[in-house]
């Protein structure tokens, strides 16, 4: 299970990804009383359209369907049906203007032309159509047959682009989740290294703690295996991601539901009473953890069936991905600042090359990072490598292809690792918790470090960038202040020697 976590650990996504260009938002009106609205993502090109930025003064049109068809011979709809009207109809061999051509001769007032597939940009070459003028817009065939369900077949359409907005508050959640994770994960690290202490001086305790010990230590051999773990499943994510994403479900499954096991038995543990026994193949066990783990099995259970149902799988997932964390970041040791080090840095350039260089590799110029954290080709499943919340503010990018804010497991765990070691080191040299305090309070600004640099470029950020620089750095001048680097950079002799 270890080596499950550790190859899991080496997935994580962006903290958001690439926003697609030229996203529109199709508002639909039934013909109830009063009128039932949705809106659907649509895609155009800004140089042959400009749509509007609000609802205010729009022209509503009446949709006629006609997926049956893909319009692209004015003979296979009636010359009548297409008058002051907006047309669906479907994808096909001929191009989208030439299709507007036609629908624009017809009378069409829009054209919608359906996908089945994943939407992309409409880019066809305009030059021998300059005298198209009719709106063209790409949309979801699924959308349309929602539409006909949700608000009847009369049903009235227009499009609109609001502006993508500065800010989203649901990164102040995303925020405080992150800040949370790291400041706990690091804080229970601090106390059972403080149980490790006290078990050295009472031997027969040590035996005790020994058997219950499940860390693991990071050395820079492991470091450096764990970075080319980590290259080498993105790599191969990328190739066999239709397959390899129900492998990472499954793996996520089980590693969360122990995880959490892990978390709340701790808490559990605290509690003076209910601690009634079964004794079982001369083994005994609390009542109250068979339960637990129970517990911990079905909300795992529960997720993988409903992982896609967005109204409420992303909190059952953040869940289990903040219970995930915060064992890993406890279980996980780093034996001094010099693997830290490494880690963090390989990881750093890991993240930067596979999100900036690996653009001028691949063959349609997207980064495997962002192709691994979208699902390549397409795919409806994603990797849950990644704390999910809901944008607040409504835009195109939140229908099309944002609906959540996002920030990646990795994102957590690696600047966790070092807030960790600096937690084991205060109580180590009993310093009063200023290494913990300084170290997380870093990672906090570098978060605020990376929002304000995704608000400015419009696009997504390997958080990595910011983070990593922000904590090593305070963390070196803490240790430099305190005239204590050179222990701090080599660690504890008891961290790494203190077994016979």
């Not at 559990?268 to 005994?284: A, V």
């Not at 289990?320 to 010099?338: Q, R, S, W």
Request: with cysteine; net charge positive; proline share 5%.
């Amino acid at each position: 299970m270890r080596a499950a976590g550790l190859l899991w650990a080496a997935l994580w996504a962006l903290l958001l990804p690439l926003v697609a260009a030229d996203e529109g938002i199709l508002h639909a009106s039934g013909s109830g009383v009063p009128p039932v609205t949705k809106d659907y993502c649509i895609i155009y090109n800004s140089k042959w359209l400009s749509l509007p930025k609000t609802l205010d003064n729009a022209t509503f049109r009446t949709l006629e369907n006609l997926t049956s068809t893909v319009l692209c011979s004015p003979a296979e709809v009636p010359s009548d049906l297409m008058k002051d009207k907006a047309v669906v109809v479907m994808r096909g061999n001929c191009t989208f203007l030439e299709k507007a051509r036609i629908a624009q001769s017809l009378g069409a007032k829009m054209l919608l032309i359906a996908s089945k597939s994943r939407l992309s940009g409409i880019s066809d070459n305009k030059t021998d159509f300059e005298d198209v003028t009719l709106p063209i817009a790409l949309i979801r065939y699924n959308d349309i047959v929602d539409m006909q369900l949700v608000l009847g077949k009369e049903v009235n359409v227009t499009l609109y682009s609001p502006p993508l907005p500065e800010f989203d508050y649901s990164m102040v959640v995303i925020f405080l989740i992150a800040v949370f994770t790291v400041a706990l994960g690091g804080y229970w690290s601090g106390v059972a290294e403080l149980e490790n202490l006290k078990a050295i001086a009472s031997p027969g305790e040590r035996e005790t703690r020994w058997k219950k010990e499940e860390n693991v230590t990071f050395t820079p051999v492991t470091v450096i295996l764990f970075v080319v773990i980590c290259c080498v499943m993105l790599v191969l994510l990328y190739f066999f991601y239709k397959w390899l994403v129900y492998v990472i479900i499954s793996v996520f499954c089980l590693a969360s539901a122990m995880s959490l096991y892990n978390c709340l038995a701790a808490l559990i543990g605290e509690i003076p009473f209910g601690q009634c026994r079964i004794t079982c193949s001369n083994k005994t066990i609390e009542v109250r953890l068979i339960f637990l783990a129970i517990f911990c099995i079905a909300a795992a259970v529960v997720w993988a069936v409903f992982r896609n149902e967005d109204r409420w799988a992303w909190i059952l997932q953040d869940i289990l991905g903040v219970a995930f964390c915060l064992n890993f970041i406890k279980t996980l040791k780093m034996p001094n600042f010099k693997s830290c080090v490494i880690l963090l840095g390989l990881l750093l350039l890991y993240d930067v090359f596979f999100v900036f260089i690996t653009p001028f590799i691949t063959k349609n110029g997207a980064s495997i990072m962002v192709e691994v954290a979208a699902g390549p080709f397409g795919n409806s499943e994603k990797l849950p490598v990644v704390i999910r919340v809901p944008r607040l503010e409504h835009s195109a990018s939140t229908l099309c292809d944002l609906p959540f804010s996002l920030l990646g497991f990795g994102d957590i765990i690696v600047p966790g690792l070092l807030v960790a070691y600096c937690r084991r080191f205060d109580v180590q040299t009993r310093s009063s918790s200023i290494y913990y305090i300084s170290c997380t309070i870093a990672y906090a600004v570098g978060m605020v470090l990376t929002f304000i640099v995704l608000a400015l470029m419009k696009m997504g950020q390997p958080a990595l960038l910011y983070l990593v620089p922000c904590t090593l750095i305070t963390s070196s001048i803490v240790a430099w202040r305190r005239k204590e680097m050179k222990k701090f950079w080599k660690g504890s002799s008891y961290q790494v020697g203190w077994r016979p």
